[in-house]
């Protein structure tokens, strides 16, 4: 059964920083690129970051560009999210997500999901 875990996840006040880490298990981790989405209330799940199965190559949506970066380690099952210079806006549910073979932008190709972290940044 193949199971992906979010941490990391609180409140924190605009500036500041949250890691958030997804682990992943009962698959063969290095098979999936990985994604990061995020949903705020009342609005769509939108995608923010993706890494590929090898960690070379990483995608980000342009409004965490140069404040998130997505990392894995494929020795550990994990991809991790390091968030800084968090803005009020970035307060949402984030997702990690795996899609065998390549990433997508689109939250529909993927074929797994975590429960969801809860990300606050208060102004």
């Known amino acids: 059964q193949v199971q992906l875990v979010e941490s990391g996840g609180g409140l924190v006040r605009t500036g500041g920083s949250l890691k958030l880490s997804c682990a992943v298990s009962g698959t063969r981790f290095i098979s999936f690129a990985m994604g990061w989405f995020r949903q705020a209330p009342g609005k769509q799940r939108e995608f923010v970051a993706a890494?590929?199965?090898?960690?070379?190559?990483?995608d980000y949506i342009e409004s965490v560009k140069g404040r998130f970066t997505c990392s894995r380690d494929n020795g550990k099952n994990t991809v991790t999210l390091q968030m800084n210079s968090l803005k009020p806006e970035d307060t949402a549910i984030y997702y990690c997500?795996?899609?065998?073979?390549?990433?997508?932008?689109?939250?529909?190709?993927?074929?797994?999901w975590g429960q969801g972290t809860q990300v606050t940044v208060s102004s």
């Open positions: 997500a795996a899609a065998l073979g390549s990433w997508y932008r689109t939250w529909d190709e993927y074929d797994y």
């Open positions: 890494i590929s199965w090898s960690g070379a190559d990483t």
